[in-house]
């Protein structure tokens, strides 16, 4: 089985010390960074400069996970700020097929995500366009959110759609993902899994890194 990626996320760091912080996850695969716009989710989080600011203290990969209306508008700045992956959601968008397309002519990797109460089918159009489907596992908008059980069904679902069309894309799951439910999340079929609080809560990212290798041993 190939390895499974771990994506802490920048949400629960401490942005005073966001260089810090990088470094100690700097053994993780990806960072994840959620960007909220107070319009597509009840919460604002940060935008372009905090992006390329976590751009220049790191070598990650930046795993942009946009939740934002009408992402279209901001893609390129994204890229431009330092981006190399950007996931957008199905339901910000009257236009994921061309949302999708502009990724991948900017050069980065495409992902497309969907909120626990939209159907799967949503995402199918654009499965075989995709190099990351994102399952989220809690309502976006807050980190230490808790795992929503019927999102495992999802991840075998979405799982079997991917090995039905022979693609390698990540198969990521984002939301209450804790090194308890680590292994669940992964036999459901996941490749990447993000973590926020767990990984940056309690005794530091370090540590909370560890506890994720040590369950998915
Ligand atoms: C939720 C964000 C998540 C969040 C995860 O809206 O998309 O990436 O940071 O945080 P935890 O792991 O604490 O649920
Ligand atoms: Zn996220």
Redesign the pocket.
């Known amino acids: 089985a190939r390895p499974v990626k771990l994506a802490p996320?920048l949400?629960?760091c401490d942005f005073t010390r966001m260089a810090d912080d990088l470094q100690a996850i700097g053994d993780a695969d990806w960072a994840?960074v959620?960007v909220?716009d107070g319009a597509f989710?009840p919460n604002i989080s940060f935008g372009m400069p905090i992006l390329a600011a976590a751009r220049r203290a790191s070598p990650l990969f930046m795993d942009v996970?946009l939740?934002i209306e009408a992402p279209e508008r901001y893609l390129k700045d994204f890229a431009a700020a330092g981006a190399d992956g950007l996931t957008v959601h199905v339901e910000s968008t009257p236009h994921i097929h061309r949302a999708v397309q502009m990724i991948r002519e900017l050069g980065k990797k495409a992902g497309v995500t969907l909120n626990p109460g939209t159907p799967l089918e949503a995402i199918k159009p654009v499965l075989a366009d995709v190099d990351l489907v994102l399952i989220?596992s809690?309502n976006?908008?807050?980190?230490?959110?808790k795992f929503i059980p019927q999102s495992l069904d999802r991840i075998r679902t979405v799982r079997h759609w991917l090995d039905d069309l022979g693609s390698p894309a990540e198969l990521q799951v984002?939301?209450?993902?804790t090194p308890q439910n680590a292994r669940a999340v992964v036999h459901a079929g996941a490749s990447c899994l993000?973590?926020?609080?767990?990984v940056f809560g309690a005794d530091g990212p370090r540590a909370g890194l560890e506890r994720f290798r040590e369950a998915l041993k």
């Open positions: 996320s949400l629960s994840h959620d909220m989710v996970h939740m989220m809690v976006p908008g807050f980190g230490g959110q984002d939301g209450g993902v993000v973590a926020g609080s767990a």
